[in-house]
């Protein structure tokens, strides 16, 4: 298959979130399980024979929300919950809602009443990571996980099949990662559009499938010749990708994302499961080690170290922190991260989005001038 | 406007806060470190450590009741942090970086200690906090209970409880005294029973005390909590209370009615919203949130108790859970009615409550509302708005007592 072929086709699941799961339910007469974004093992959903589908909410009629979540409710959630009440997720049988915040803490009960669903379970990360007492209890709480999926699909997940479900999603990491790699070094070959088009699709079918398509890919993109071309180098920062159109923006003006700590970027890929450990631990290792996140992370706030330090090894001309409004654990630690930039030397911008309409124009405007401004004429 | 008698124990209050304010100052002079807690969490162990605990809670709070949340939150706007946030929180980072201190300053940290009960703010706002002081913060971690409550989760709760212990015996450099503890323990047992005694004369009828009384009079159960001193001024309050009931002296004239209010009272509008209530001859008679306070510890296994008592917290619990609280409540109390503050700076008691009120007025038939709001900022308060979702609520109250 072409790279243009495989593009247009990853981009058209994204066009259509419910076209790979619906098809996949009726070949294989199987259920599937949403998660909300993204922290999440779905290796355990995969091991239990369920579709794992990533709901990353988007441009949903948030009316239907409105008798059930209150206005300041970010709109991440609220446009998932839209989504679900407008019939647009009636193929999911269950869903897994990560806690990383207070809204996604409270939120499953309002889920339940609104939009009931068979199987609903919270997962319930630890908040603190650096003391002993958190692994052990991700532990215990990735194994009730295990045993609620247990019940609901009436089989057993046997380790082994932990483990092979493990080695899929490590060779799909790796694939992703493979593919930041590309475009950071031949920007020309794939867009960042692009690129995070496919993490997209990669919450939206299933992972036998996209392995192969993106193996196709990545070799269409090796024997592809590099077009050496300067580009401004940005990092972007915040917790979910939206708009999606503000890479067309940085595409048009000469920016290359070659960083990012997003849930639907690369803190989906960061870190791999180790496949010689008891399964369990190793996924629970796994989201210890993670990127750092507002929330979820030692009190010292090393996000901030970890921005500073990978704008630099990536050589980042410039920081943009996307923020949804009203999500509460990135804007506490906004004004830390950006005095860390400050003392750097790094510059950044802030610019607040919601899941609500198509990106006003005022991003573009904003995104052109950041542009402008760090990589000046010479650079583009 | 009706007039009030006030309580003697009002006194007793006023010399009681001032007296934490003064230890809290004194605390730092004397090397005896400042611990930064939030509202539920275990300050048993903290007063067994000897360490001096300050609720910045009560700061929020109070610069709401001050009318300066607003101002006080602009220093904190100014630095990025949004509106949106918690109004305490906002109050706290604010006054870190203010100029003028209307309400005089926080009393800074030595060591901060957050506990996630309540919600997800407060641990980001210390985490915050311990920066800008440049102070060691130590997170208790209370996974959400869903269900019936789990051993495991009781179990690492039991663990950081430990982890907590250990780090204080390094930072005083004193074996930590469990005789103290059971001491302290013992203390916040009767405080807690005497504030709950209190609390339960708001179901009589007349009631000589309501929600807003016990708004007033909460302070020492959350500051002094695990002292004589609480145990000694509710012992005080409880009887002044008797005394009035006896006397004909009724927290509102003529009481018809009888409603729950869910949660945190609106700071700046308490005397506003005593007086709306009154004036339609309805008491606020229970709370959520006055109830928090109601620990009972088991002394022959104190950190176990100690354990289930701050994980097990109703606001740490599932939407059900919560759900039947409330109903408990309202069936306990006699009340007509119930008004649902949601509560734009808190999350954790604000989500749901639309659901909520469906529920609980399609299980008890009572007339029942929400009203938005935040509980210390008032540009976030619209008189007309409120009167507009109140004042037919009142009507509802009294064309179903017809």
Redesign the interface.
């Given at each position: 298959m072409h790279k243009e072929e495989i593009i247009e086709f990853l981009q058209k699941v994204v066009e259509k979130p419910d076209w790979k799961v619906r098809e996949w339910k009726e070949q294989e007469k199987g259920k599937a399980v949403g998660f909300l974004l993204t922290d999440v093992p779905e290796e355990l959903i995969h091991a239990a024979g369920f579709f794992p589908y990533g709901i990353s909410g988007g441009r949903a009629r948030m009316e239907f929300a409105d008798a059930h979540l209150q206005s300041w409710t970010c709109s991440f959630v609220r446009s998932s919950l839209s989504l679900a009440l407008e019939g647009k997720l009636d193929f999911l049988d269950g869903l897994i809602i990560p806690q990383t915040c207070d809204t996604t803490r409270n939120v499953s009960g309002i889920w339940q009443h609104a939009n009931p669903l068979p199987f609903l379970q919270e997962y319930r990360l630890p908040r603190q990571v650096d003391r002993p007492s958190a692994r052990n209890y991700l532990i215990y709480e990735l194994n009730r996980l295990k045993e609620e999926l247990e019940k609901f699909s009436g089989r057993k997940i046997t380790e082994e099949k932990i483990k092979e479900s493990i080695a899929l999603y490590n060779d799909n990491r790796n694939l992703l990662a493979r593919l930041f790699v590309l475009h950071e070094q031949n920007p020309a070959a794939i867009s960042n559009r692009e690129l995070y088009t496919i993490i997209e699709a990669a919450l939206l079918m299933p992972v036998e499938i996209l392995n192969k398509y993106l193996n196709g890919l990545i070799e269409a993109l090796e024997n592809e010749e590099a077009a050496p071309k300067s580009k401004i180098r940005l990092f972007i920062s915040g917790t979910l990708l939206e708009p999606l159109e503000i890479l067309d923006f940085i595409d048009e003006n000469g920016g290359l994302v070659v960083g990012d700590d997003l849930k639907n970027g690369s803190r989906y890929i960061d870190a791999q499961v180790q496949t010689n450990d008891d399964p369990l631990a190793a996924l629970a290792d796994r989201q210890l080690k993670r990127i750092p996140g507002a929330f979820y992370d030692p009190p010292h706030n090393p996000r901030r170290h970890f921005l500073v330090k990978t704008a630099r090894d990536k050589k980042v001309q410039g920081v943009i922190f996307l923020h949804l409004r009203n999500c509460e654990p990135e804007n506490y630690d906004f004004y830390d991260n950006m005095q860390a930039l400050e003392e750097s030397g790094i510059p950044a911008i802030r610019i607040e989005t919601e899941f609500v309409t198509a990106p006003s124009g005022q991003i573009r405007t904003r995104v052109e001038a950041f542009l402008e401004m760090i990589g000046g004429e010479g650079n583009v | 406007m009706f007039k009030r008698v006030p309580f003697k124990t009002a006194g007793l209050m006023k010399k009681l806060m001032g007296e934490y304010y003064e230890k809290g100052a004194r605390s730092q002079k004397e090397g005896i470190p400042v611990a930064w807690m939030t509202a539920v969490s275990p300050v048993e162990i903290i007063y067994a450590a000897g360490l001096f605990p300050y609720y910045p809670e009560n700061f929020g709070a109070l610069a709401g009741a001050r009318k300066i949340a607003d101002k006080l939150s602009l220093s904190a706007e100014a630095?990025?942090?949004?509106h949106?946030?918690?109004a305490y929180?906002r109050c706290g980072i604010g006054d870190a970086y203010a100029t003028e201190h209307p309400v005089g300053k926080i009393v800074e940290p030595n060591i901060i200690f957050a506990c996630?009960t309540q919600?997800?703010?407060l641990?980001?706002?210390?985490?915050?906090a311990?920066?800008f002081y440049d102070v060691p913060?130590f997170?208790l971690?209370s996974?959400?209970v869903?269900g019936e409550p789990?051993e495991?989760?009781r179990d690492?709760f039991l663990?950081?409880l430990k982890?907590m212990i250990a780090y204080l015996e390094e930072v005083t450099g004193r074996p930590f005294d469990y005789d103290r503890l059971r001491e302290v323990l013992h203390l916040s047992n009767e405080a807690c029973r005497l504030w709950n005694e209190v609390l339960d004369t708001a179901a009589r009828k007349p009631a000589p005390f309501g929600f807003f009384d016990a708004s007033f009079h909460m302070a020492p159960i959350v500051t002094w909590r695990g002292t004589q001193e609480a145990v000694t001024y509710y012992r005080e309050l409880k009887k002044e209370v008797d005394e009035r009931d006896k006397a004909g002296i009724y927290a509102i004239p003529e009481e018809h009615f009888k409603v729950y209010f869910d949660h945190i009272p609106l700071w700046p509008r308490l005397r506003w919203f005593s007086e709306l209530f009154a004036s339609h001859h309805t008491l606020v008679a229970v709370s959520q949130y006055t109830h928090s306070w109601s620990y009972s510890f088991d002394l022959e296994r104190p950190l176990e108790s100690l354990a289930a008592n701050y994980l097990e917290e109703f606001v740490n619990r599932?939407?059900?859970y919560r759900v039947q609280l409330k109903l408990n409540f309202i069936e306990k109390y006699g009340c007509d009615g119930f008004v649902f503050f949601?509560n734009?700076s808190c999350?954790?008691t604000?989500?749901?409550l639309?659901?909520k009120r469906n529920?609980v007025a399609e299980k008890t038939g009572l007339p029942g509302v929400v009203f938005?709001a935040d509980m210390s900022d008032e540009r976030f308060f619209s008189e007309e708005q409120v009167l507009g979702r109140l004042e037919p609520f009142f009507e509802q109250l009294k064309s179903a007592a017809r």
């Open positions: - | 630095k990025g942090y949004s949106d946030l918690c929180a996630n919600c997800g703010t641990p980001k706002w210390f985490e915050v311990s920066r913060y997170l971690d996974p959400l869903g789990e495991a989760c690492y663990q950081q982890e599932s939407f059900d949601s734009r999350k954790s604000g989500l749901g639309y659901d529920i938005e």
